[in-house]
């Protein structure tokens, strides 16, 4: 049973910047042929749109196993969550993160959750997550380690 899910989809204003391909393709094949300026127009945006949506990493929590992206750990090697919001989170994804941690982070999702990894074979120290709901994560992933369901 899935605790949690969440796909990172891009915000909105991410496909607003994205258009700005439209005009720059009908600017360069103006000249040439306009209808051609149209079409490629047409054709990188959807692309661009498509690449966004089928791109977009999943976190999930089931009793056995959190996913993040490509990536899979048994909860029971899951030590302590924290979440950071605001500008904790911006030092997190900054100063503050080592290089050997499992990053699963969107620039256009501010906050994050960290979860330990406990296992000692594993060379990772911690996982970073964006979460548009880092609470629930946090409740989900507690859930998965008690077996019991966590206040939300």
């Known amino acids: ?4 899910y969440e796909r990172m989809w891009p915000t909105p204003w991410i496909f607003v910047i994205t258009a700005l391909v439209i005009p720059a393709s009908i600017l360069v094949f103006l000249p040439i042929n306009p209808l051609a300026g149209y079409i490629t127009a047409g054709v990188l945006y959807v692309g661009i749109v498509l690449f966004l949506s089928l791109t977009s990493p999943i976190i999930s929590v089931t009793h056995e196993t959190l996913r993040a992206g490509q990536a899979a750990i ?30 699963v982070i969107r620039g256009w999702i501010s906050p994050v959750v960290k979860v330990t990894v406990t296992d000692p074979a594993d060379p990772v ?3 970073l997550l964006s979460s548009r709901h880092p609470d629930r994560l946090e409740a989900a992933l507690a859930e998965a380690k008690t077996g019991a369901p966590a206040d939300r």
């Open 74 to 103: 048994p909860v029971e090697f899951t030590g302590e969550t924290r979440s950071f919001l605001a500008g904790e989170a911006v030092l997190e994804r900054g100063v503050h993160l080592d290089a050997r941690a499992w990053l």
């Open 125 to 127: 120290p911690y996982w």
């Open 1 to 4: 049973m899935t605790l949690y």
